[in-house]
């Protein structure tokens, strides 16, 4: 099992609006990094694509609520994950942080852990840009 967690943001949004953009899979292409990213495929609920130099990536939205949104694999993927955003409202601000739990062995996860690393606080901080 690899535990890999984003740094932390404070974005200037309630919870439910973040909830909202975040529930439809369609929008986590707006977070992505385009030089990172390639082959997107997306419905309100699953999305598809390619992380360069790493692995083509499937995944499906379990639940979403005002507090988080989660998602499972989905298809042929290299290892079985689950990434939750938490998402706690703070007054008028609400903090977001992306947590990844993926069955993986420990040789995947030495090759992975700082590429996803990097990859998650990548999309937080677009999510704070787009909606701060």
Same mark, same amino acid.
């Given at each position: 099992?690899?535990?890999?967690?984003?740094?932390?943001?404070?974005?200037?949004?309630?919870?439910?609006? =973040?909830?909202?953009?975040?529930?439809?899979?369609?929008? =986590?292409? !707006?977070?992505?990094?385009?030089?990172?990213?390639? %082959?997107?495929?997306?419905?309100?609920?699953?999305?598809?694509?390619?992380?360069?130099?790493?692995? !083509?990536?499937?995944?499906?939205?379990?639940?979403?609520?005002?507090? !988080?949104?989660? /998602?499972?694999?989905?298809?042929?993927?290299? &290892? %079985? &994950?689950? =990434?939750?955003?938490?998402? %706690?409202? @703070?007054?008028?601000?609400?903090?977001?942080?992306?947590?990844?739990?993926?069955?993986?062995?420990? &040789? /995947?996860?030495?090759?992975?852990? !700082?590429?996803?690393?990097?990859?998650?606080?990548?999309?937080? %901080? @677009? =999510?704070?840009?787009?909606?701060?």
């Amino acid at each position: 099992m690899a535990k890999i967690e984003s740094k932390e943001v404070t974005i200037n949004e309630k919870s439910s609006t =973040l909830s909202k953009f975040l529930g439809n899979l369609n929008n =986590l292409q !707006k977070l992505m990094p385009e030089d990172k990213i390639s %082959d997107w495929e997306s419905d309100e609920d699953s999305c598809r694509f390619q992380i360069k130099g790493l692995a !083509k990536i499937g995944m499906r939205k379990t639940s979403a609520d005002s507090s !988080k949104v989660i /998602m499972e694999s989905e298809g042929k993927n290299p &290892f %079985d &994950f689950t =990434l939750t955003i938490n998402l %706690d409202e @703070k007054g008028d601000d609400t903090t977001a942080k992306i947590l990844f739990d993926g069955k993986m062995n420990p &040789f /995947m996860k030495a090759m992975v852990e !700082k590429p996803l690393t990097n990859f998650f606080n990548m999309l937080v %901080d @677009k =999510l704070a840009s787009s909606h701060g």
